[in-house]
Protein backbone atom coordinates (compact mmCIF):
# COMPACT_ATOMS: atom_id res chain seq x y z
CA UNK A 1 0.00 0.00 0.00
CA UNK A 2 1.27 3.43 -1.07
CA UNK A 3 1.72 5.56 2.07
CA UNK A 4 0.43 9.41 2.78
CA UNK A 5 3.12 11.78 3.39
CA UNK A 6 2.24 14.82 5.88
CA UNK A 7 3.72 17.76 5.84
CA UNK A 8 3.35 20.29 8.59
CA UNK A 9 5.00 24.26 7.94
CA UNK A 10 5.08 24.25 11.72
CA UNK A 11 4.85 22.18 14.75
CA UNK A 12 1.89 23.88 16.14
CA UNK A 13 0.12 22.27 12.98
CA UNK A 14 0.32 19.15 14.73
CA UNK A 15 -2.91 19.06 16.41
CA UNK A 16 -4.80 19.22 13.54
CA UNK A 17 -2.97 16.75 11.76
CA UNK A 18 -3.11 14.29 15.22
CA UNK A 19 -6.64 13.59 13.54
CA UNK A 20 -5.08 12.95 10.16
CA UNK A 21 -2.96 10.86 11.68
CA UNK A 22 -4.80 8.87 13.85
CA UNK A 23 -7.86 8.49 10.97
CA UNK A 24 -5.09 7.17 8.46
CA UNK A 25 -3.48 4.37 11.09
CA UNK A 26 -7.10 3.49 11.95
CA UNK A 27 -7.52 2.69 8.52
CA UNK A 28 -4.69 0.90 8.12
CA UNK A 29 -2.53 3.11 6.17
CA UNK A 30 1.00 3.89 6.42
CA UNK A 31 1.95 7.80 6.87
CA UNK A 32 5.08 9.74 7.26
CA UNK A 33 5.08 12.66 8.98
CA UNK A 34 7.64 16.23 9.15
CA UNK A 35 8.01 19.82 9.48
CA UNK A 36 8.91 21.67 6.35
CA UNK A 37 8.39 25.44 5.62
CA UNK A 38 7.41 26.17 2.41
CA UNK A 39 9.57 29.45 3.50
CA UNK A 40 11.82 28.49 6.24
CA UNK A 41 12.96 25.06 4.36
CA UNK A 42 12.04 25.61 0.85
CA UNK A 43 14.94 22.80 -0.43
CA UNK A 44 13.63 20.31 2.25
CA UNK A 45 9.98 20.91 0.93
CA UNK A 46 11.27 20.83 -2.46
CA UNK A 47 13.41 17.98 -2.04
CA UNK A 48 10.58 15.82 -0.36
CA UNK A 49 7.98 16.92 -2.89
CA UNK A 50 10.28 15.60 -5.50
CA UNK A 51 11.16 12.33 -4.52
CA UNK A 52 7.51 11.25 -2.69
CA UNK A 53 6.79 9.19 -5.73
CA UNK A 54 9.79 7.25 -5.36
CA UNK A 55 9.79 6.99 -1.43
CA UNK A 56 6.77 5.06 -2.12
CA UNK A 57 4.03 8.10 -1.38
CA UNK A 58 0.59 7.97 -3.11
CA UNK A 59 -0.98 10.94 -1.53
CA UNK A 60 0.53 14.28 0.49
CA UNK A 61 -1.27 16.02 2.53
CA UNK A 62 0.30 19.62 3.22
CA UNK A 63 -1.27 22.13 6.92
CA UNK A 64 -0.02 25.67 6.82
CA UNK A 65 -1.54 28.52 8.45
CA UNK A 66 -1.73 32.10 7.51
CA UNK A 67 0.19 32.67 3.95
CA UNK A 68 -0.39 28.76 3.96
CA UNK A 69 2.03 28.27 0.23
CA UNK A 70 2.77 25.12 1.80
CA UNK A 71 0.83 22.96 0.00
CA UNK A 72 1.41 25.00 -3.23
CA UNK A 73 5.20 24.76 -2.65
CA UNK A 74 4.57 21.24 -2.26
CA UNK A 75 1.72 20.77 -5.20
CA UNK A 76 4.70 22.79 -7.53
CA UNK A 77 6.98 19.83 -7.30
CA UNK A 78 4.98 16.86 -7.00
CA UNK A 79 2.07 15.03 -9.86
CA UNK A 80 1.21 13.24 -6.94
CA UNK A 81 -2.38 14.42 -5.49
CA UNK A 82 -1.88 17.17 -2.42
CA UNK A 83 -4.72 17.38 0.11
CA UNK A 84 -4.18 21.00 1.68
CA UNK A 85 -5.49 21.83 5.47
CA UNK A 86 -5.68 25.91 5.88
CA UNK A 87 -5.07 25.89 10.48
CA UNK A 88 -6.96 28.75 12.34
CA UNK A 89 -4.54 30.96 13.60
CA UNK A 90 -5.00 34.42 15.70
CA UNK A 91 -5.16 36.29 12.45
CA UNK A 92 -7.94 36.17 10.26
CA UNK A 93 -9.80 33.04 11.77
CA UNK A 94 -8.16 31.24 9.22
CA UNK A 95 -9.47 32.75 6.23
CA UNK A 96 -6.29 34.10 5.14
CA UNK A 97 -4.79 29.83 5.34
CA UNK A 98 -8.03 28.83 3.32
CA UNK A 99 -7.80 31.32 0.67
CA UNK A 100 -3.94 30.95 -0.14
CA UNK A 101 -4.44 27.20 -0.25
CA UNK A 102 -7.38 27.25 -2.27
CA UNK A 103 -6.34 29.67 -4.62
CA UNK A 104 -3.80 27.59 -7.55
CA UNK A 105 -2.71 28.90 -10.12
CA UNK A 106 -4.23 27.15 -13.33
CA UNK A 107 -2.07 23.61 -13.79
CA UNK A 108 -0.59 23.21 -10.06
CA UNK A 109 -3.89 21.63 -8.17
CA UNK A 110 -4.19 21.44 -4.56
CA UNK A 111 -7.45 19.88 -3.22
CA UNK A 112 -8.53 21.70 0.04
CA UNK A 113 -10.33 20.81 3.15
CA UNK A 114 -11.98 22.60 5.48
CA UNK A 115 -10.03 25.13 7.95
CA UNK A 116 -8.99 22.66 10.42
CA UNK A 117 -9.96 19.66 8.19
CA UNK A 118 -7.78 16.82 9.43
CA UNK A 119 -9.77 13.99 9.63
CA UNK A 120 -11.18 15.36 6.63
CA UNK A 121 -7.98 15.19 5.17
CA UNK A 122 -7.06 11.56 5.95
CA UNK A 123 -10.15 10.18 4.89
CA UNK A 124 -9.87 11.87 1.10
CA UNK A 125 -6.57 10.51 0.87
CA UNK A 126 -7.81 7.16 1.55
CA UNK A 127 -10.39 7.35 -1.11
CA UNK A 128 -7.73 8.49 -3.41
CA UNK A 129 -5.97 5.12 -2.05
CA UNK A 130 -8.77 2.88 -2.30
CA UNK A 131 -9.17 3.92 -6.18
CA UNK A 132 -6.93 1.14 -6.89
CA UNK A 133 -7.63 -0.54 -3.02
CA UNK A 134 -10.45 -2.88 -2.73
CA UNK A 135 -9.51 -3.62 0.94
CA UNK A 136 -9.58 -0.47 1.25
CA UNK A 137 -12.30 0.81 -0.06
CA UNK A 138 -14.22 -1.43 2.28
CA UNK A 139 -13.16 -0.64 5.23
CA UNK A 140 -14.11 3.09 3.98
CA UNK A 141 -17.53 1.80 3.71
CA UNK A 142 -17.47 0.06 6.88
CA UNK A 143 -16.42 3.28 8.50
CA UNK A 144 -19.42 5.08 6.75
CA UNK A 145 -21.52 2.62 7.88
CA UNK A 146 -20.87 2.89 11.50
CA UNK A 147 -20.56 6.64 11.32
CA UNK A 148 -24.18 6.48 10.22
CA UNK A 149 -25.09 3.93 13.07
CA UNK A 150 -23.63 6.15 15.60
CA UNK A 151 -25.79 9.29 14.14
CA UNK A 152 -28.93 6.93 14.15
CA UNK A 153 -27.94 6.22 17.98
CA UNK A 154 -27.76 9.81 18.60
CA UNK A 155 -31.14 10.48 17.08
CA UNK A 156 -33.66 7.22 18.87
CA UNK A 157 -31.80 9.03 22.30
CA UNK A 158 -32.87 12.57 21.31
CA UNK A 159 -35.91 11.14 20.21
CA UNK A 160 -37.18 9.40 23.17
CA UNK A 161 -36.20 11.87 25.09
CA UNK A 162 -38.25 14.41 23.50
CA UNK A 163 -41.16 13.02 21.26
CA UNK A 164 -43.95 11.79 22.48
Known sequence: MKKV????GSDSDLPILQ????????????CEVHVYSAHRTPDEARDFARNARANGFGVII??????AHLAGAVAANTTLPVIGIPCKSTNLDG?????????????IPVATVAINGGANAAL??????????????????????????????KDAAISAQFND
Open 95 to 107: LDALLSTVQMPSG
Open 124 to 153: LAAQMLAIEDAELAAKLDAKRSSDAEAVLK
Open 62 to 67: AAAGMA
Open 5 to 8: GIVM
Open 19 to 30: KSIETLKGLGIP
